[in-house]
Every structure is written in C-alpha cells, then in structure tokens.
C-alpha cells in the first residue's frame, strides 16, 4: 500500500520517463534519470501524502535513492 502511494509521488515529480510500476523496490532512482532537482519535489510530494517532515539528517541523495529508502526513512519518520 505504502509503495503504491510512494509510486505515485514518484509518478508525479520524479521526471523519470521509464513506467514507475516497473521499477523494482531497489532500484536508483538516480540511475533512472531523476534529478537532485527533482528529488525536492518528491520530498516536498511525500510530505504532502504522509504528513511528516523530512529532517535534516535525512536529507541527503542515499534517503531517495529507491523506493525501498524511501519507504525506510518513512517508516523512521512514522508515515
């Protein structure tokens, strides 16, 4: 459930052209054509979706590298 809604956000700022659904839980999003640029959007998009706040100390290109990280600090964050 998580990872569809974080697929979503990536859908909708990542600016990667490949099918979000196709891309594996461990997959780099980096490696895959997203931005540090777009990776402000994405965060900005899930702390829309989860309500939280991505802290400083996770705000670094190893937090959004995957939809596995992603779906870590979410948990850490308790989204």
């Known amino acids: 459930m998580r990872d ?24 780099n999003l980096y ?8 990776t402000v959007s994405v965060m900005l998009g899930l702390e829309d979706v989860f309500g939280v706040e991505f802290p400083d100390r996770l705000l670094n290109g190893e937090t959004f590298e995957s939809i596995a990280t992603i779906d870590a600090a979410l948990t850490q964050l308790g989204g």
Not at 5 to 25: D, F, P, Q, W, Y
């Open 4 to 27: 569809d809604m974080i697929r979503e956000v990536l859908g909708l700022h990542s600016k990667i052209e490949v099918s979000i659904e196709s891309i594996a839980r461990d997959a």
């Open 31 to 38: 490696d895959l054509g997203m931005t540090s640029h777009a």
